[in-house]
Every structure is written in structure tokens, then in C-alpha cells.
């Protein structure tokens, strides 16, 4: 067969870039390793994660906050087995939509694992080891990547895990590890900590999420210590040891000699992800790697070669489905002929821990690095109507502001919804809104986004209405 255009990939930036390119009239196929589409973030990833996730926070609610409402429970009790369950449901249901839209869109999917052997022909080989090969005008690498596992970390699958395992955990364990403050961590951290597990979070760095605004680290680990987490900032794990049914983790201080041993069901390795390229023959094709092991690209997203493309977790730039997701229709309308844009400034990002955490644009330290001076709006949600009347009183809103233009940079919030919230901050700031915009725009009272008009009115002339 030839084709247009092969993905190689079907995550989030794979299948949207098979999508679009067969929407814009090319014959297209899609090649995924495994035996179902979706990649990391439909199967192992962003879907079933956050499948726990609401599962979890159902029964923390239940347990912790139904009584405040009037709501008595009794005989309350945790089926993780069953958690496990419906998580597989949501997962498959969504994996067949992907297969539905392959058919709707005539995207040809062949499984195996595909490789280069030239830049217009790719071999694909299946788990019995029977291979074909098609051939193919341009190509889009779209393979994701996998979690960083250090050597002295013993990572078995057993009792030494990465998120692909601990998603699949069927009893409550008493006590887990978590190697690593960023966003996975932390949300799989809370999801066993909400159904009763003594968590304890091993960070390098002097605060979590080190990659967001300070004021949302300090309001995030504010409200985890609230649900039970305990957290070891500035500290090492120089070694992991696994037993029958346990496992030991030796922490030691950052800078000093100073350490100590935690025991624990589990260790929950989470210290980030690498590109996947293994297996690719990207030898054959003359397309190069960076020191970071990432696929070089050029502001187009083309590699070394005219007719090679890279997206998503494979090359530069946050690992984020949605950011995979506007690489892979950018690529497919560059190669349609159209002059597609993407401001990566403007892709935001979200942790969805309860506060969830959300931010697009600048935080304040980089403003402050660039030299830009702003003027900075803050609101609490225990300031908020709505906050109070659903007892999510935890978090805030906070707004960066050009101190001349008056221009929004940042918008960052801690909050219940801020996941949704968010996409307000980023029509804004792609409008080039001035937070005075935001300030006298109406919003519904009463309602979580009041929470930001509120802090564009602090940004703008200090004027809050309800602090």
C-alpha cells in the first residue's frame, strides 16, 4: 500500500494527526505498536488516572465531608478491585472510540511495531514476528514516551512501580512511597491516600511541582497535607531494596550525610518520562537525536529529513496530551499547504489532585528573570460564595499583569474546577486581553470563574469586591 502520510503512533498527537490529515483529503495509515490505539495516555495515562482519581475523591468525600451536608453513611467501605474495574471500562470504552473514528475517517491502522527502512518505506512487524511494509510520501513519529527508571531503583513491576502499575493495583496497600513531587506523583499519591494509605512523597527539589507557580506549590502541598500526605522535600533516594512483601527506601538530605530508611507495600517511581525511539531505524533515515535523546526538529516540527516529522512527548517541549494534540493537526495542515501557528506559551497545564492545579502563560519568576515588572491580583476561594456552598474553600486565583500594558501573562489557580477554568485565562491571553478585560466582563454568580474576575480586579487597580 502507499500512502500520504504514516503515523507512526496513536497517542493523543498520533491519532489526531491521522484524523485531520485524512479530514484534508490524504490517504493515511496509522501505525501502532501495540494491540490497542490510544497510546500512554488512553490506556496507562491521563484517562485512567483520572478514572481513580474520581473514584477516589467519591469516597473521600463520603468518608470526610457527607456529614457536613446532612448525609449520614453507613457501613462505608473501599472495592478497589472494583475501582480497578470501572477504570478498565472507561479505558476500553474510549479506546473503541478511537477505533470507531479510524473507520469513520478511512485512517488504514496497522498493528506492529514500525520502523524506518528508508525515509518513503516503513516495516511493520507484529508480535509473531510476520512483517509487511508500505510505503509512504511523509511520515509523523508520534511514539510517546516511558517512565524514567533508574538502575538503583530496582524498578520489578512488583513492589518498585511506575504509574502503568500502580493504576492496576486491586487492594488498598497500607503504606506507599512516592519517589518524585511532579504532577503523576502526586495524583497517584492522593488517589491511595483519599482510601486510607499512609503516603510519603521523596522530593529533590525545595518545593512540588516545581514546574508551576510557587504560590500554587505552597497552596497544593497546604491542602495534601490536609488529606494525609507527608512530604520529604530537598531529599534523595540513593537506593531501593525489595523484599517478598515490602519494599525499603533509603532517603537521604540533599546536602548533607543525614539519612534515613522508609518501609513501605510499594515505591512509586515518578521522577518524569523519556522519549521513546527504541526500535525506530531512525539510523536508516539520517534523523537526529538531542542530548536529551529527544527527536531534533526544526519550528515546523520537520526533522533533518523534508519528509520526517516528530510531535508530542518524542521531541521538545511539556509532556502533555494536548500540546501532542496541536502539534499533530499543525503538522498535518503544514503539510496540506496551510500556515497552521502554535503559541507554546499558551498550552496549559494541569495537575488534577483535588484543589486541582492549573496555569498557562508566565509564572512570577520568570517574569521577574525576564526583568518584566507586574502587577500581581490574588483571590482565595474562601472568599468565594460558590467555594463555600460546596465546601471547596481550599485555593486561589492568581493574576500576572503587564505593570505598564496591563496585558495578562500568567493566570494560575489552585482551586475545585480549575482544570476547566483554566481555558478562560488562555481565550484571554490569545486575545492579548489587559486583566482590566477580564475584570469588567460578567461572570455567573455564583461560580468558581467569579474567583477570576475577582483577582483580574486586584491585578488591575487593587478593587476586589468581596475581600
Not at 538503583?152 to 512488583?158: G, I, R, S
Amino acid at each position: 500500500m502507499k500512502y500520504d502520510l504514516t503515523v507512526i503512533g496513536s497517542g493523543p498527537g498520533g491519532y489526531v494527526a491521522a484524523i485531520r490529515a485524512a479530514q484534508l483529503g490524504m490517504k493515511t495509515a496509522l501505525v501502532e505498536k501495540y494491540d490497542k490505539l490510544g497510546g500512554t495516555c488512553l490506556n496507562v495515562g491521563c484517562i485512567p488516572s483520572k478514572a481513580l482519581l474520581d473514584s477516589s475523591e467519591h469516597y473521600h468525600n463520603a468518608a470526610q465531608h457527607f456529614e457536613n451536608h446532612g448525609i449520614g453513611v453507613k457501613g462505608l467501605s473501599v472495592d478497589l478491585a472494583r475501582m480497578v474495574e470501572r477504570k478498565q471500562e472507561v479505558v476500553d470504552q474510549t479506546v473503541g472510540g478511537i477505533d470507531f473514528l479510524m473507520k469513520k475517517n478511512k485512517v488504514d491502522v496497522y498493528h506492529g511495531m514500525g520502523s524506518f527502512v528508508d525515509a518513503h518505506k516503513i516495516k511493520v512487524e507484529d508480535g509473531e514476528g510476520k512483517t509487511e511494509t508500505i510505503e509512504t510520501s511523509k511520515t509523523i513519529i508520534a511514539t510517546g514516551s516511558k517512565p524514567i527508571t533508574p538502575a538503583d531503583f530496582n524498578y520489578d513491576k512488583k513492589r518498585v512501580i511506575t504509574s502503568t502499575e500502580a493504576l492496576n493495583i486491586s487492594k488498598v496497600p497500607k503504606k506507599m512511597v512516592v519517589i518524585g513531587g511532579g504532577v503523576i506523583g502526586l495524583e497517584l499519591g492522593s488517589v491511595f491516600a483519599r482510601l486510607g494509605t499512609e503516603v510519603e512523597v521523596v522530593e529533590f527539589l525545595d518545593r512540588i511541582i516545581a514546574g508551576m507557580d510557587k504560590d500554587c506549590s505552597k497552596e497544593l502541598m497546604r491542602s495534601l497535607k490536609k488529606q494525609g500526605l507527608k512530604f520529604h522535600l530537598k531529599h534523595k533516594v540513593t537506593e531501593v531494596k525489595t523484599g517478598k512483601n515490602n519494599v525499603k527506601v533509603e532517603v537521604q538530605k540533599r546536602d548533607s550525610e543525614e539519612g534515613f530508611t522508609i518501609t513501605a507495600d510499594y515505591c512509586l517511581v515518578a521522577i518524569g518520562r523519556r522519549p521513546y525511539t527504541e526500535g525506530l531505524g531512525l539510523e536508516n533515515v539520517g534523523v537526529e537525536l538531542d542530548e536529551k535523546g529527544r527527536v531534533k526538529v526544526d519550528e515546523h516540527l520537520k526533522t533533518a529529513h523534508d519528509d520526517i516529522y516528530a510531535i508530542g512527548d518524542v521531541i521538545r517541549g511539556a509532556m502533555l496530551a494536548h500540546k501532542a494534540e496541536e502539534e499533530g493537526t499543525m503538522v498535518a495542515e503544514i503539510l496540506a499547504g496551510q500556515k497552521p501557528h502554535i503559541n507554546y506559551n499558551l498550552i496549559p497545564g494541569v495537575v488534577y489532585t483535588w484543589p486541582e492545579v492549573a496555569g498557562v502563560g508566565k509564572t512570577e519568576d520568570q517574569l521577574k528573570e525576564e526583568g518584566i515588572a507586574v502587577k500581581v491580583g490574588k483571590f482565595p476561594y474562601k472568599a468565594l460564595g460558590r467555594a463555600r456552598a460546596s465546601t471547596d474553600t481550599d485555593g486561589m486565583v492568581k493574576i500576572l499583569a503587564d505593570k505598564e500594558t496591563d496585558e495578562v501573562l500568567g493566570v494560575h489557580i489552585v482551586g475545585a474546577r480549575a482544570a476547566d477554568m483554566i481555558a478562560e485565562a488562555v481565550a484571554a491571553m490569545e486575545f492579548r486581553a489587559s486583566a482590566e478585560d477580564i475584570a469588567r466582563m460578567s461572570h455567573a454568580h455564583p461560580s468558581y470563574t467569579e474567583a477570576v474576575k475577582e483577582a483580574a480586579l486586584m491585578a488591575t487597580e487593587d478593587r476586589a469586591i468581596h475581600i
